[in-house]
Structures are given as C-alpha cells and as structure tokens.
C-alpha cells in the first residue's frame, strides 16, 4: 500500500492510495478503515470512501475522508487498517499510518 496524495475539500481531508498487486474485489469482509487523531486529541472516524482497480488493472485505487480536524488543530494522524469491522483509534497497531501537517 502506498499514499499517492492528500487533499482538502468541501466534505473533509482525503487521503488517495494505491495497493499493488491489486486486491480481488468479490472477497467477502476486505475493505479500509481509517481513523485519525489531531495534536489536541480529538478523534475522527472516515466518512467512506470507495476502492476500484486502477485504468490498467495493476493495482486498486482508493480513498478515505477524514472530516475537517478543528481549526486549532497543527496535525492529523490517519491510521489505515484493511478489514470491515469497525474498531477505535487505539484498539490494535497500524497497519498504515500517515502524519500530516495541517499548517500552511
């Protein structure tokens, strides 16, 4: 897995990746999860996203929104884990993890 870009718009903060090779998408219970936590500790849970095989088929593509952290917020920790099941920011280790800053 790797992120291929960060962006900012009207729903939230969104985060792209890639997973190469790519994932079969008829396997029951695979999905991403995403959480994230901001410097002053306030969590946020991924508003959804969707995942699909890229143009050429050699890997999937997908994104995650995180909603807009507080504006006092300096950084958001995304943590990324493949799966369906819902969990908390601190339940288990992540399997991705990502820092943005959110200062300009």
């Known amino acids: ?10 729903v939230g903060v969104r985060v792209e990746y890639a997973i190469a090779p790519p994932i079969t998408m008829r396997e029951p219970g695979i999905g991403w999860l995403g959480y994230a936590r ?4 306030n969590e ?11 143009a050429h088929g050699e890997r999937t593509e997908g994104s995650l929104t995180m909603p807009h952290p507080v504006d006092e917020a300096r950084t958001l920790r995304v943590r990324v884990w493949p799966g369906s099941d819902p969990i908390d920011y601190e339940e288990r280790g992540p399997a991705y993890e990502l820092f943005i800053s959110l200062e300009l």
């Not at 897995?1 to 009207?10: A, H, L």
């Not at 901001?38 to 500790?41: M, P």
């Not at 946020?44 to 890229?54: E, R, T």
Request: aromatic content about 12%; overall charge negative; glycine content about 16%.
């Open 1 to 10: 897995m790797s992120f291929t870009e960060v962006g900012v718009d009207e």
């Open 38 to 41: 901001d410097d002053l500790g």
């Open 44 to 54: 946020y849970v991924d508003l959804g996203g969707a995942y699909a095989p890229s």
